[in-house]
């Protein structure tokens, strides 16, 4: 029988998102009252590369549960892009004495993790992304805040829309996944919400707003997922410079749309781009709450031995699922919803 992990490994990679701190904390308070020994590592998979690590005791968690962000700094390093940096990662975590490890981040962080566990590293996931499109988890920590968040701007947007009579088009994050459009605008009461699922239809989406200035409405809300595209395959990005995981920055959706609804319908339309501000700030009671549980559960998980093993939402439980049945595939919107969204149109 293999001796008890007694020392555990803890990381935080990929975007920043609400959410974070209250996991970090339930691994650190779950593992002091085990006896068992945390070690933070700074900035993700680049901290452990750079045996950039730090001990975990209680003072390091203290008053961290309402702060936005990680107190363990994060980054998009992919230690496979390069041999030497996945060499490096492999020492350190021998020179570390790390006895397992607990990755908390989205599809790029835990594609890592699930390569590292088959090549024999103890590995507990954790699921983070706002854009809740992680397969096999009822929804990730950080997506109940973003919805929030991009609900109440649009709240806010609704009336400086009907003072000018305008159309006013908010883009949102969401790269592969509509989620956060749609649960965004249907609680805002948006016209009309586009995501990557679906193409955009451009006459279609004039065609709602001319109707709603038919029966005298005369200003439009229209919710556009940052990845959402004209054609397949063809999203709007800033810049072509891919990251460490392969991917460009996307942005300018909503500008472009703007524009040709301003161009069709002849109505003053405005656009406001939500960005970053959707990940930054106080998580909401129900991301601390499922944080919280993530993170006793890993720490649980641990302790059983099941590595490669993911935390996961199913119903009102938390349970453990492979790592490789959440990054397999992406969890997109279903039709259903969408189709509630779509009574609300126009």
């Given amino acids: 029988m293999p001796p008890p992990i007694r020392r555990i490994g803890l990381l935080t990679g990929g975007g920043d998102c609400p959410g974070l701190n209250p996991v970090i ?35 390091s968690v203290t008053g961290i549960l309402h702060r936005g962000g990680t107190i363990l700094g994060t980054s998009r390093t992919n230690p496979y892009k390069d041999p030497k940096q996945l060499k490096a990662l492999q020492s350190n975590v021998q020179a570390l004495g790390l006895e397992a490890l607990i990755a908390i981040g989205g ?17 507990i996931g954790v699921p983070k992304t706002i854009d809740n499109d992680l397969a096999n988890t009822d929804y990730t920590f950080g997506f109940d805040t973003a919805v929030n ?12 829309a009907e003072s000018h009579n305008r159309i006013m088009v908010v883009e949102v994050m969401g790269r592969h996944a509509g989620w956060i459009a749609v649960y965004a605008g249907i609680a805002g009461g948006a016209d009309c919400i586009l995501i990557p699922e679906l193409p955009i239809q451009v006459d279609e989406v004039c065609a709602a707003i001319q109707r709603r200035h038919a029966r005298g409405r005369n200003f439009s809300i229209v919710v556009v997922a940052e990845g959402a595209e004209f054609a397949a ?8 410079r891919l990251d460490e995981f392969g991917h460009v920055r996307l942005g300018g959706i909503g500008d472009t749309l703007g524009k040709l609804i301003e161009e069709k319908t002849g109505f003053e339309t405005r656009v406001t781009v939500l960005g970053h501000v959707q990940r930054g700030g106080t998580p909401t009671a129900f991301d601390r709450v499922l944080g919280t549980r993530f993170g006793v559960k890993a720490v649980e998980l641990v302790l059983k031995g099941e590595f490669g093993k993911m935390v996961s939402l199913q119903g009102n439980a938390i349970v453990s699922v492979p790592i490789e049945s959440a990054v397999k595939k992406l969890k997109t919107v279903d039709t259903e919803l969408y189709e509630i969204a779509k009574i609300f149109f126009g």
């Fill in 149 to 160: 968040i991009a609900m109440e701007s649009i709240d806010r947007l609704h009336t400086t």
């Fill in 233 to 240: 395959g063809q999203t709007t990005i800033q810049d072509k």
């Fill in 25 to 59: 904390r339930a691994v650190v308070r779950k593992s002091l009252s085990l006896d068992l020994k945390v070690v933070g590592i700074r900035n993700g998979w680049k901290g452990l590369i750079e045996k950039d690590t730090f001990p975990m005791d209680i003072h």
């Fill in 107 to 123: 599809e790029d962080t835990l594609g890592v993790a699930l390569r590292l566990h088959e090549e024999g590293l103890k590995v």
